[in-house]
């Protein structure tokens, strides 16, 4: 919230939902909304419509085994847990990295405060504030060319919280 200096809030809906109104919350305004409904939600999806929220992104999940992964060896990049010394050039990677996500997507936020928010989830991974893992990924020459933030869910599933390459590769 301090980045879009405005109050932020998830809205949580569920299939019990009626189509006639959104379950009732205390929102502050100036706010930021958003909330996140599964594609066979269509009546969750319509009931937001017709309250005004709009479409700025949709989210797909991707699955693999992470040994079929681990089996796709590379003489030309290697993978590595991310380090103290990786937070200039990955924060530097999350700020200039991103034209076309929600944040950048979403009239409402300026382009400044949409990048400081990719750098602001760097960086809250690299604190321990958020996630599981930091991966980098470099070249031969050991320049850091992206990154890979991953959370591992309760079902022990690996997913990729934020993906970024260098804009020159």
């Not at 409402?108 to 991966?135: C, H, M, P």
């Not at 320049?143 to 991953?150: K, R, V, Y």
């Not at 997913?159 to 390459?165: E, F, K, P, R, T």
Request: charged share 20%.
């Amino acid at each position: 919230s301090e980045r879009l200096h405005k109050n932020v809030f998830s809205l949580q809906v569920s299939p019990e939902d009626s189509q006639s109104k959104l379950p009732s919350q205390e929102i502050v305004s100036p706010a930021f909304i958003y909330s996140k409904v599964p594609m066979q939600s269509t009546e969750i999806f319509s009931l937001l419509i017709n309250n005004n929220f709009k479409i700025i992104d949709i989210n797909v999940q991707l699955s693999a085994p992470l040994i079929a992964l681990a089996k796709s060896p590379s003489s030309m990049l290697t993978v590595r847990h991310a380090n103290i010394h990786d937070e200039e050039r990955l924060i530097s990677i999350a700020y200039d990295g991103f034209s076309l996500d929600r944040f950048h997507a979403d009239p409402e936020i300026n382009d400044e405060d949409a990048s400081q928010i990719k750098a602001d989830w760097v960086q809250n991974y690299l604190l321990g504030k958020r996630g599981d893992f930091t991966l980098v990924v470099q070249n031969a020459q050991q320049e850091i060319l992206g990154f890979l933030l991953l959370i591992i869910n309760t079902e022990g599933d690996c997913i990729i919280d934020l993906i970024a390459m260098d804009m020159k590769y």
